[in-house]
């Protein structure tokens, strides 16, 4: 089958309409031999080729530190055009990823497990040829954490919330030197450190916060060079990348949140990745040459109940009569195996899998029997379940929410289904009870990336959130905030693991979820690209990758 590239002389003319810091650096980076496009060929001696992605997001993730979009803008955007102080080993798919030292170079825990010293690496530049040092570390926190500095961003704020709750000081002690103290004792930091990223303080100063975007500047291993929002985004290599120049030449990013429209611009030539395309082209695609990928990794589908008001607050048997009204291997079928039926909110094998909680079965007699004592009869109970149409890491849901709708009929509960946009279901589950779309929602989807880390649990299970809010669904278990805290409070994994073991125990005896199906991670890829790993990730690293070359 025949593929193409995109030609180089509209990236040519696309670069003309930059702004006069993006020519720069573009022509920069054309000097240094990393502008080429297309090709392997047109990209010249040493070019890795042109990656061109189909993402299932349904806009390009802004460029803001961190990214929207969920965890496909960090994928994308967010691990490439910058750094934090650690970063996942994602070269390797022998085991979960960790954090490594990154823009620190080593950091050291004090014994009162509230007290990090981070060692920054020296000699680390900003794409705009500015240091990254102590001083920007610290402009970061300040525009994420101090309401009274005069670039406090109150958008990547909220966004980065999660990853900043815990810290309450942070100081420099010397130009490579930041010492940063927790609001309690903590040992997650440095997995927190892996999602909060460093723009230039310079550029941010030059354009605020209000137009950074169209001038993000970090220090990763590519520069953005095109950005037009709704349609693309160019990343070009950063050949002076602290860690040894990318092998590719230019990523190009496309939003298409259709698996079939994915699919179409694969089989096309239009790009050679596509995330998650259509399910039932997966043989085809094999036969026609395209490298398939699966595998376990932590994500899933695990859509939340709204436990601020009936019919869920206070009624466990309901919960767990939905749970077992699942059929999740007619699902798994449904989507051609690229997912499968889902126990807990993690995978079997999991570190943190509850290893003798055998979770939920498909079982229509035992539904039937807890609708029943849950105080519903056939046909009296009605629920409005609020899903995505399409949108970061998010499967199938159209054809997977029709076969949910005909499940729970099944047992006599009625599903409508409300469709949105992606945006606007992550801003409701960002909310909670403010949000006034929820009033309207029994059940809202959900596809964490379950089990990443363990800082991810925070959100989806603690009672409150940064700043005191309630828990965006209304999950308030004294039990769960109890195993979840102590975790975060224990020097050795293997305490963490076990106290997380108990908390997901708990979590799938109160039926917190509706635990649904967990992704294989498709990906298709034409048989071009070498270099990729699939990690056991949501995550991955673009500087192994190479179109065209052995």
Request: aromatic fraction near 12%; glycine fraction near 8%.
């Amino acid at each position: 089958m025949k593929r193409r590239s995109k030609p180089a002389r509209g990236m040519k003319r696309a670069a003309l309409k930059l702004t006069s810091l993006l020519l720069f650096i573009a022509v920069v980076a054309t000097a240094c031999g990393g502008g080429g496009a297309g090709s392997s060929a047109e990209g010249g001696s040493g070019s890795g080729g042109t990656l061109s992605i189909a993402m299932s997001a349904a806009n390009i993730p802004f460029p803001s530190t961190p990214p929207n979009q969920g965890y496909e803008g960090y994928r994308f955007v967010g691990n490439n055009i910058y750094d934090g102080l650690t970063r996942l080993d994602l070269d390797q798919d022998k085991t979960l990823p960790s954090p490594q030292p990154a823009l620190a170079e080593s950091w050291t825990m004090a014994p009162d497990l509230t007290t990090y010293t981070f060692k920054l690496r020296k000699d680390v530049k900003f794409h705009d040829g500015t240091d990254f040092n102590a001083d920007a570390v610290i402009f970061q926190l300040d525009r994420l954490k101090d309401p009274e500095f005069e670039y406090y961003s109150q958008t990547d704020a909220a966004n980065a919330a999660s990853a900043v709750r815990y810290i309450d000081t942070w100081k420099k002690t010397d130009d490579y030197t930041v010492v940063m103290t927790t609001t309690q004792k903590y040992t997650w930091l440095q997995w927190d450190m892996l999602s909060v990223y460093y723009p230039s303080p310079a550029i941010v100063k030059q354009y605020g916060n209000q137009d950074y975007n169209q001038h993000a500047t970090g220090t990763g291993p590519f520069t953005m060079t095109k950005y037009v929002d709704g349609e693309i985004m160019e990343l070009t290599r950063n050949d002076s990348y602290w860690r040894g120049a990318a092998k590719l030449a230019k990523i190009v990013l496309y939003p298409q949140p259709e698996a079939a429209s994915r699919l179409s611009m694969l089989q096309s030539g239009e790009v050679n990745w596509a995330e998650v395309p259509s399910p039932d082209a997966v043989a085809q695609l094999k036969t026609d040459g395209y490298q398939v990928f699966l595998g376990k990794y932590p994500h899933g589908i695990m859509p939340r109940f709204n436990m601020f008001r009936e019919p869920f607050k206070d009624n466990l048997k309901l919960r767990q009569a939905l749970n077992y009204a699942l059929d999740r291997e007619g699902t798994a079928a449904l989507i051609n195996e690229v997912g499968y039926p889902a126990k807990q909110w993690v995978y079997e094998g999991h570190p943190d899998y509850a290893p003798d909680n055998p979770g939920y079965s498909y079982d229509l007699a035992k539904a039937k029997q807890l609708l029943s004592e849950a105080g519903y009869g056939p046909g009296e109970l009605k629920l409005n379940f609020g899903y995505t149409t399409g949108g970061s890491g998010n499967m199938f849901p159209d054809v997977m929410m029709q076969k949910l709708q005909a499940d729970f009929k099944a047992i006599g509960v009625e599903v409508t289904l409300k469709p949105m946009e992606w945006t606007v279901l992550l801003s409701i589950g960002l909310d909670g009870l403010n949000s006034d779309k929820w009033d309207d929602i029994d059940v809202l989807w959900a596809s964490p990336a379950a089990g990443m880390m363990p800082t991810l649990y925070n959100s989806a299970y603690m009672s409150k959130r940064p700043g005191g809010q309630p828990n965006a669904t209304g999950l308030n278990d004294a039990k769960i905030d109890e195993y979840l805290t102590k975790a975060s409070q224990q020097a050795e994994p293997a305490d963490q693991h076990k106290y997380l073991q108990r908390m997901m125990d708990q979590t799938v005896d109160q039926a917190y979820f509706l635990f649904w199906m967990h992704d294989l991670n498709l990906r298709v890829m034409a048989p071009e690209i070498t270099g990729y790993v699939h990690a056991q990730s949501w995550w991955v690293d673009f500087t192994t990758i190479s179109v065209g070359e052995n």
